[in-house]
């Protein structure tokens, strides 16, 4: 079974810096380009980032850009989401997902559980 | 950036009625859309994905139509598990993915 857990949600003050981990299960991890997608307290969805499966290439909303890393450790299976230079508006659920066909043209599916991030003073 | 615009935003449905569902796209998406159906306190599930394709383990009850700019999921009989709120997502162009606001199916 597939199966994604993130992790390292936490409360942070607004300029701080926080970590979210993804573990991967129940496929091969590598072969698979990966996400990672965030929803506000009471508001839709938002990609966030996208990473390939080797790690080479990666993409980011603009509003992230500049202030969010994604990165992956195959070795691990494990995604992970830099975040620094936090502020009030990235509040959310961040919930890891995977690309389903592997590649860039693609939906996600399927999605981890998600992480609360709230950035507050 | 290809914007996602669905109607409604709120759906008030008896059990056992249809729901049709809409999503436009500010540009042709040539059906690379998704739709995801997330109940409270969840994850999206996928729901379709090719504009028509139900995913593995989605009942037949749910259908999805459309080219071009304009989507639709059906709902044909809705059941009390069924209410929830739903996205639609363009993976045509990107980056950004870009989805659209939701629409709520509530119980009428």
């Known amino acids: 079974e597939v199966q994604l857990l993130e992790s390292g949600g936490g409360l942070v003050q607004p300029g701080g810096s926080l970590r979210l981990s993804c573990a991967a299960s129940g496929f091969i991890f590598t072969n698979y380009a990966m996400s990672w997608v965030r929803q506000a307290p009471g508001k839709g969805l938002e990609w966030v980032s996208g990473i390939s499966g080797s790690g080479v290439s990666a993409y980011y909303a603009d509003s992230v850009k500049g202030r969010f890393t994604i990165s992956r450790d195959n070795s691990k299976n494990t995604l992970y989401l830099q975040m620094n230079s936090l502020r009030a508006e990235d509040t959310a659920v961040y919930y890891c997902a995977r690309y389903a066909s592997g590649t860039y043209y693609s939906y996600f599916d399927p999605w981890g559980l998600g992480t609360l991030v709230t950035v507050s003073s | 950036e290809i914007v996602m615009t669905q109607s409604p935003a709120t759906l008030s449905v008896s059990p056992g009625e249809r729901a049709t569902l809409s999503c436009r796209a500010s540009?042709?998406?040539?059906?690379?859309l998704a739709w995801y159906q997330q109940k409270p306190g969840q994850a999206p599930r996928l729901l379709i994905y090719?504009?028509?394709t139900r995913a593995t383990g989605i009942p037949a009850r749910f259908s999805g139509s459309g080219s071009g700019t304009e989507y639709a999921l059906t709902i044909s009989s809705l059941q009390s598990e069924d209410f929830a709120v739903y996205y639609c997502?363009?993976?045509?162009?990107?980056?950004?993915?870009?989805f659209g606001q939701g629409t709520k199916v509530e119980i009428k």
């Open positions: 997502q363009q993976y045509n162009n990107w980056p950004p993915y870009t």
């Open positions: 540009q042709s998406v040539s059906s690379n």
């Open positions: 090719g504009a028509s």
